[in-house]
């Protein structure tokens, strides 16, 4: 059996979902914020800043989810 590259775990595991929903976020507040404001660039920044959130949120929660997983395994 062969390891998964970075790519396949992602694919698998869902990995990646926390931080997508960070940008989605991220961005709609940007928006909000370039409406309210009448200047614009907001959006960017905040799809960037939700997204390096959600990013950091994963990486803290992956060593719980691998425990997790280790003890319980997966479900078929």
Same mark, same amino acid.
């Given at each position: 059996?062969? !390891?998964?590259?970075?790519? !396949? ?13 960070? $940008?989605? /976020? ?20 905040? /799809? ?11 990486? $803290? /929660?992956?060593?719980?989810? =691998?425990?997790?997983? =280790? ?6």
């Amino acid at each position: 059996m062969r !390891e998964l590259n970075s790519v !396949e775990v992602n694919a698998v595991s869902g990995a990646g979902f926390i931080a997508d929903i960070g $940008a989605v /976020l991220g961005e709609g507040i940007g928006k909000f914020i370039d409406a309210a404001t009448g200047k614009t660039g907001n959006a960017t920044a905040g /799809l960037n800043a939700g997204q390096h959130i959600g990013e950091t949120i994963e990486k $803290a /929660l992956s060593p719980i989810c =691998s425990i997790w997983a =280790s003890i319980f395994g997966t479900r078929k």
